[in-house]
């Protein structure tokens, strides 16, 4: 499973011009669910995601976590993280989920986050959405449970 994380200040996803997920403070998170990932592959990402110490201390250093701040997650899929752009200029895709199996892995993710009771909005799975976000620092990280 492969995640973007983005700490945001606020961020939000619309589909059909209506506001569907929003949050302050907190982190936006691209998910893609690969070819072979498991629920242990969204468990190791929910992890690190929710214990990374990103957020700044007192003094200002990156040295809390999501859940040190009480901030919030919005969840958005996003099966592009899977691209290969090795060959020619059109990405290939055959590396993401498929379809049902990536719903599957993104509503269990979705599920384990109320389950450790973090603050989370979602998008839409498989819908085209617009997602608006203002990046605080700008911190962005990627995490591949492939790298576990």
């Excluded at 983005?6 to 669910?33: F, H, P, Y």
Aim: net charge negative; proline share 2%; charged share 25%.
């Amino acid at each position: 499973m492969r995640a973007v994380v983005q700490r945001v200040s606020e961020a939000s996803v619309t589909v059909d011009g209506e506001i569907i997920g929003q949050i302050a403070n907190g982190l936006l998170v691209l998910l893609c669910a690969m070819r072979g990932d498991e629920k242990e592959d969204a468990d190791y990402v929910l992890r690190k995601i929710s214990r990374m110490r990103i957020f700044r201390d007192d003094v200002g250093r990156m040295n809390r976590s999501l859940q040190d701040v009480a901030g919030s997650l919005l969840v958005v899929s996003q099966f592009t993280l899977a691209a290969d752009t090795r060959s020619g200029n059109r990405p290939g895709f055959s590396a993401a989920a498929s379809p049902e199996a990536g719903q599957n892995l993104y509503d269990y993710f979705v599920s384990q986050c109320h389950a450790l009771e973090l603050n989370t909005a979602t998008g839409q799975f498989g819908a085209d959405m617009k997602v608006a976000l203002t990046n605080d620092g700008p911190v962005t990280i990627w995490i591949d449970s492939d790298q576990k």
